[in-house]
């Protein structure tokens, strides 16, 4: 059984940051790639950024160049550091896992229960 737990969320004035964390425990293959989705009222949950044990990592365009996905081992936490927060950002994040690239990326077979994040104007 896997189990992730996130942690971190909050409320922050745009142009702040936050950190999110999120640490799994269970079957470590089935949490080879890992990454953060994000769902706002009202819209689809979307992927936010992902990344996989050998190094392969991806962000949606939206967050590019201000979220920063890491993770030091498959071991251990994997973290997105927020940065330049801004409204749009404003959603429940969700740390999910797989035990693929492709999963991760599309269907990922494990859930966190969600942190909300809000951004403020």
Do not use: H
Request: proline letters at 4%.
């Amino acid at each position: 059984q896997v189990q992730l737990v996130e942690s971190g969320g909050g409320q922050v004035q745009a142009g702040g940051s936050l950190r999110l964390s999120c640490a799994a425990s269970g079957s470590i293959i089935s949490f080879i790639a890992m990454g953060w989705y994000r769902q706002a009222p009202g819209k689809q949950r979307e992927l936010v950024a992902a990344i996989i044990a050998g190094g392969s990592i991806t962000y949606a365009d939206s967050v590019k160049g201000r979220f920063t996905i890491s993770r030091d081992t498959v071991k251990t936490p994997v973290y997105l550091q927020m940065n330049s927060l801004k409204p749009e950002d404003t959603a429940v994040y969700y740390c999910a896992a797989s035990p693929s690239w492709g999963g991760i990326l599309s269907r990922p077979g494990y859930w966190g229960q969600g942190t909300q994040v809000t951004v403020s104007s």
